[in-house]
Every structure is written in C-alpha cells, then in structure tokens.
C-alpha cells in the first residue's frame, strides 16, 4: 500500500527507505517518555495498557519516531495478548528484525527500518497466511485514521 503522504522529516515517502538519525536530545524531545523508553530504550509497555491493543479502526500504523508507514490495520488480530498483533508489515523494508538475548531469552526483535526504533517483538504463532505474529508496542505507534 503506496501513499503520497510525508514522513516527519518532511520528506516524501517511497520504497526506497532514507535513514533517520538523530542525537538523543532530539528523540527526548520529540517523544512523550513512555515513546522514548519504548523506541529508544527498548522497552515493553504493560500488556492491554496501550492506546491500540484493542484499536479496530482502518488505516495505516507509522512509526511513532518518524512516521514511516509499518502495518496496514487490515493485518492485525487479536492475539489475545494485549498488545496490537500484525501478521505482516505493510512493505518489505519497512520492518527490520534482529536477534533478541535480553532477560535470558532468544527473541526475534522488530525495529522500524528507517529510524531503528525498537517496536516489539516477532513470534511465529500468528495466523494464517504467514503463521507470524507480529506483537507490537502501542507507544512505538500512530494510527494514521486518513489512509485508506
């Protein structure tokens, strides 16, 4: 799913992805302080806290750092774990994963692909037709209501 809208560097979006890098200043000052812990720090907010576990709205998730589009909301589900789940990213390139050995555990981390902002984390329980779930931090999102 391709749109004309700009990212929140302003720049026009395409498939080709630009990286956004920023001092740490910035990011503080741009996000709210459960974004930065989430985005920046890595961290997990506590299941069915955030503002879209339980979002059925259309539309497209951005990143909430820099607004690169990452799931269509017609790819998520409920998991029932309290956290919005995706079975799928909205475009190759636009998610990127990495291996997780925090808390004496071997997870598959997601990360937005264009600022590296940490999302959550991938499991391969989710629906058909990919079997993957993508378990997704609300603070780490924004709804964008417009996309269609």
Not at 26 to 34: M, S, Y
Not at 43 to 50: A, L, V
Not at 114 to 123: A, Q, R, S, T, V
């Amino acid at each position: 799913m391709a749109d004309a809208k700009t990212d929140k560097s302003g720049s026009a979006e395409s498939s080709a992805q630009k990286s956004v890098q920023k001092p740490d200043a910035e990011w503080r000052q741009e996000l709210t302080p459960q974004q930065y812990r989430v985005l920046r720090e890595k961290g997990t907010e506590p299941p069915f806290t955030g503002k879209y576990w339980n979002e059925h709205a259309d539309g497209v998730y951005r990143c909430a750092a820099c607004g690169n589009p990452l799931f269509d909301a017609a790819t998520k589900f409920e998991s029932g774990t309290g956290w919005p789940s995706f079975f799928q990213p909205i475009e190759e390139g636009h998610v990127g994963t990495e291996e997780d050995r925090s808390l004496f555990m071997r997870r598959t981390e997601v990360h937005c692909a264009k600022c590296g902002g940490h999302l959550g984390h991938l499991f391969d329980d989710g629906p058909k037709p990919t079997g993957l779930r993508y378990c997704i931090n609300s603070a780490s999102l924004d709804l964008d209501k417009e996309v269609k």
